[in-house]
């Protein structure tokens, strides 16, 4: 089953903050993050595991609530190079073949 | 630097043909998955394989197959193209995770935009 990302888009004016949600119904081993550019293949932010560690990646961080299932991406004083869809990538169990699942993404576009 | 690539950016096909997407990873990874994006749906694994010859269904394996005869070519296969089939198809790799170093990241061929007629 797909994780469920909200919001489904943003607007952004640069300099602002942004965070997006993915939540999952059952219990994760791990969450991908990635974005994809228009017209460009997904790359990779972070991972993060279970734990509830935060991670954070220049002015993009992210944290995983083990209890409620659900990671979250903070993007803080955002930049026009930010702008694209963001897809989170849920694994469950003990890690396997890395199986991920992906959701629908957010797509976030940053204006001047 | 880390490299995956598909064979063609942009395929027309007609409904019934056999079908060939290619992939190729220059990284000696042991993971490597077919996803198809379609808009609204996100990516959706249709298969994947963490070593040669081993293959694992995704989410949406019907309608396709997969072979991996070598560590670096992953190849997806419509059997008999369909129209509901025409989709962006993306390829991507990845190391097998050690738990010491954590999951490792998937890196991802810039796709191919496939249309059936």
């Known amino acids: 089953q797909q994780p469920v990302q909200s919001p489904q888009a943003v607007i952004l004016r640069e300099g602002e903050d942004a965070v997006i949600n993915c939540s999952s119904s059952k219990a994760l081993y791990s969450v991908h993050w990635y974005r994809q550019k228009h017209g460009e293949a997904p790359v990779f932010l972070m991972i993060l595991l279970k734990g509830g560690e935060q991670k954070g990646h220049d002015k993009i961080s992210a944290s995983f609530n083990e209890k409620k299932q659900q990671s979250s991406l903070y993007l803080t004083a955002s930049q026009l190079s930010y702008s694209g869809t963001y897809f989170c990538?849920?694994?469950?169990?003990?890690?396997?073949?890395?199986?991920?699942?992906f959701g629908t993404g957010t797509k976030l576009q940053v204006i001047p | 630097d880390v490299k995956v690539t598909q064979s063609s950016r942009y395929l027309v096909k007609r409904t019934g043909e056999k079908v060939f997407l290619e992939c190729v990873q220059d990284?000696?990874?042991?993971?490597m998955f077919w996803y198809r994006q379609d808009p609204g749906l996100g990516l959706r694994l249709i298969y994947f394989s963490y070593d040669v010859k081993m293959k694992e269904k995704g989410d949406i394996p019907e309608g396709y197959s997969v072979s991996r005869e070598k560590k670096e070519r992953f190849s997806l296969i419509l059997e008999s193209a369909s129209t509901n089939q025409t989709s962006m198809y993306l390829c991507?790799?990845?190391?097998?995770?050690?738990?010491?170093?954590?999951?490792?990241?998937?890196?991802f061929g810039d796709g191919t935009r496939l249309s059936i007629l």
């Open positions: 990284m000696d990874h042991e993971n």
């Open positions: 990538g849920t694994e469950i169990g003990s890690g396997g073949y890395q199986k991920v699942t």
């Open positions: 991507a790799s990845s190391s097998t995770h050690d738990p010491n170093l954590s999951n490792q990241p998937q890196h």
